[in-house]
């Protein structure tokens, strides 16, 4: 009894213990949550200058601190001062490229692309007879058989009035088309001329018979009425707006054709309901971004001077921060010095693989841009460099709608066939070229799971994912290869000891 004393006692402490540590390792990662990513950055760039930092410790004549001082400055001229710069140069583009279009320059662009592609409504009557005709219907709140107090028959009568002249008018242009052309064999237009005359003469016929419904009784007592049968007036309306979609779809080619048309051609009610909902996201936006701003630019300045002074001390201490954490760490040492050379060996992989790569492209893409005579390059850069980190979609999710915009927005084929070539065979296959350059085959990571990686990443943690998604996937298949490894070494062992015993 007395010998389990103490045995219980050990147990318990240990136990104990074990809390203390879980609860205090659950407080300091609360307290650390801050300062994760920038110390996660501060270590891969430490990895990957590790070259710079040992040519200036030889140089040095090994002094740590000098070295690292050098280093670090290093990091700020070659990685973050471009950086900042050319997302600067960035955002004064993009702010430009806000700021510069106005209506009238959009309107212009969009009539230009409806003559090049021959989407213009033929006849402005047409639109006209729409708008008449919308205005002609009825308040939807009304039922059928009951008046209609305060609606106003004498504008309706105005209304199918207009309406009936535009019908004359746009009858007229179209005859006077039909004839300029009855030398020569009928053709296709002349055939769709003489359904056109015969759909819009139905049309008219409607409209004369509107007129009659809303004609005023005989007086009573000396006064008007209104008439009574709504329900005709309803139905008629109805006929009237079939009668004119049959004939819109006749002049535009058919339906599938008409729907572009429409679309190319919006009415002025439509874009100003687009340009207030744009305005209302942007303003929505600013709002949320001011309020934002001062804050995410303190978290950012701070974030950075944590990674450089991490960068510093890292470089100093490294080696024996590491020793202390496999001190303290219960892996066995093999796997800590393994774990640790795989983190190196990913680091530079995944990290400059991918950054390199994507960097290239960009610049690549950049020299097409400028020389195709695209405005906004350095927006474009950032914005193909951002694309090119990511598996499947790269750097032509950029270039390629560059090249679209240059041919059926600008007019500007040659460039645009120019820049497709530099994008399908330098830019595109620069990343086919650099990759396997830099990884030597270190990276085994199937396609589709970097697709998963990356995009998995950045929703769980922003746009640094796109780096740490494929380390974290890769880091999990190297902590499998040593699980794997340390159960066929015990099998082995196990088999040994069964065989010495047999």
């Known amino acids: 009894m007395s010998q389990n004393q103490p045995a219980m006692a050990r147990i318990v402490s240990f136990t104990v213990l074990l809390l203390t540590i879980v609860v205090m390792g659950l407080m300091f990662f609360r307290v650390m949550a801050g300062f994760w990513l920038p110390l996660f950055l501060a270590a891969l760039l430490v990895v990957m200058f590790k070259p710079v930092h040992e040519y200036f410790l030889s140089r040095t004549r090994g002094r740590e601190r000098l070295a690292a001082i050098l280093t670090t400055l290093t990091v700020l001229v070659v990685v973050l001062a471009p950086l900042g710069w050319a997302v600067t140069l960035a ?18 662009k969009l009539a230009e692309l409806r003559e090049r592609f021959g989407l213009v409504i033929p006849y402005p009557e047409v639109d006209e007879l729409q708008s008449t005709i919308q205005k002609l219907a009825p308040p939807e709140d009304l039922e059928d058989e009951v008046d209609w107090p305060g609606y106003s028959w004498d504008l309706a009568r105005a209304r199918l009035a207009h309406l009936h002249a535009t019908i004359e008018t746009l009858a007229l242009r179209i005859r006077v088309k039909r004839d300029s052309h009855v030398d020569g064999p009928e053709s296709a237009e002349q055939v769709k001329n003489e359904t056109l005359l015969i759909q819009l003469d139905e049309l008219s016929r409607i409209v004369e ?19 009574p049968d709504t329900t005709e007036y309803l139905q008629l309306h109805n006929q009237a707006e079939l009668r004119y979609g049959t004939f819109r779809r006749t002049l535009l080619g058919g339906a599938s054709r008409a729907w572009l048309v429409e679309l190319a051609n919006p009415h002025e009610a439509e874009l100003d309901e687009w340009r207030n909902k744009a305005t209302s996201y942007i303003q929505r936006w600013l709002l949320s971004v001011t309020g934002q701003t001062v804050a995410s630019l303190g978290s950012l300045v701070f974030g950075l001077c944590i990674m450089v002074i991490a960068i510093y001390y890292f470089l100093i201490d490294g080696p024996t921060l590491i020793k202390a954490g496999m001190r303290l760490s219960p892996l066995d040492d093999d796997y800590e010095l393994e ?45 193909t460099t951002l694309f090119a980190l990511v598996p499947f979609v790269g750097a032509a999710a950029v270039w390629v709608p560059v090249c679209l915009w240059l041919a059926f927005v600008e007019g500007h084929t040659t460039a645009a066939i120019g820049l497709g070539i530099w994008g399908g065979v330098v830019v595109s296959m620069a990343d086919n070229v650099i990759k396997p350059w830099v990884l030597h085959g270190q990276s085994n990571l199937h396609p589709l799971l970097a697709l998963l990686s990356v995009l998995g990443g950045v929703q769980a ?21 040593i699980l794997q490894k340390d159960l066929r070494r015990m099998e082995r062992s196990t088999r040994a000891a069964r065989g010495s015993r047999g």
């Open 91 to 108: 955002v004064t583009e993009a702010a430009d490229l806000y700021a510069r279009p106005n209506d009238r320059v959009v309107e212009d």
């Open 209 to 227: 018979q509107l007129q009659l419904t809303v004609q005023p009784q005989a007086p009573v007592n000396g006064e008007s009425v209104l008439p």
């Open 339 to 383: 774990l640790l050379a795989e983190f190196d060996k990913i680091s530079r992989a995944v990290v400059i693989a991918t950054l390199l790569s994507a960097v290239v492209q960009g610049i690549l893409a950049s020299i097409g841009y400028y020389f195709a005579g695209v405005g906004s390059v350095f927006l474009l850069l950032i914005l």
């Open 461 to 481: 943690l922003g746009p640094i994912g796109i780096l740490v998604g494929p380390m974290i996937v890769t880091f999990l298949q190297v902590l499998l290869n």
